[in-house]
Structures are given as C-alpha cells and as structure tokens.
Nanobody
C-alpha cells in the first residue's frame, strides 16, 4: 500500500522556523518528482517547492530564499525546511509524488503562523 506520511507541522510565531518531513512507502519513489503543496482556507492548492530525481529544485516566488526542499532517494523521504515564516504561510501542507503515470498525495499537515 502506497503512503505518503507528513510530519512536523504546528504553530509557530512569525519569523520562526519549522521543518516538515514526508516519508513515502509502498514502492520505490527514487525516480519520482517529490514536492510540497499547500492550501490555505478559501484558496486553491498551490505548489510550494519540488525536487527531481536529479535533485533539481524549484520554488514558488513567495517562498524563495526562505524555504529549502531536500530529499533522500535511498530512504524515500523529502523534507521542507521553512525559515522566516509569515502569517501568509499558514496552510495545510501536502506531500506530493509525481511519476510518469501516477501521482500520490499525503494527508496533509497544518502549519499555523501566528503570534
């Protein structure tokens, strides 16, 4: 059974940091593009960052310079380090795996940035 399980969400003050992790299991994800999406209340789900099997990364303009995505292909894990968090980063964050034919989603983890 394929699963993407996120962890590391929570409540943080503006300017703080959080580290999200995603553990993928049930198949080999080493050739998948792994990424993080987020969805705030009343808004569409948007891509935050992704990383290819060759470790090429891309980021939404709103998080460039603040967030860093990384992966361990051998362990099927992907991590999102989030620094200098802002209230507008508040959302449910989803782990995503994109292959040639199939895609998978995690169940999401809440990130709330508030004083």
């Amino acid at each position: 059974q394929v699963q993407l399980v996120e962890s590391g969400g929570g409540l943080v003050q503006p300017g703080g940091s959080l580290r999200l992790s995603c553990a993928a299991s049930g198949r080999d994800f080493s050739e998948f593009v792994m990424g993080w999406y987020r969805q705030a209340p009343g808004k569409q789900r948007e891509l935050v960052a992704d990383i290819t099997s060759g470790y090429a990364t891309s980021y939404a303009d709103s998080v460039k310079g603040r967030f860093t995505i990384s992966r361990d292909r051998a362990k099927n894990t992907v991590t999102l380090q989030m620094n200098s968090l802002k209230p507008e980063d508040t959302a449910v964050y989803y782990c995503h795996a994109k292959g040639w034919i199939v895609t998978y989603w995690g169940q999401g983890t809440q990130v709330t940035v508030s004083s």
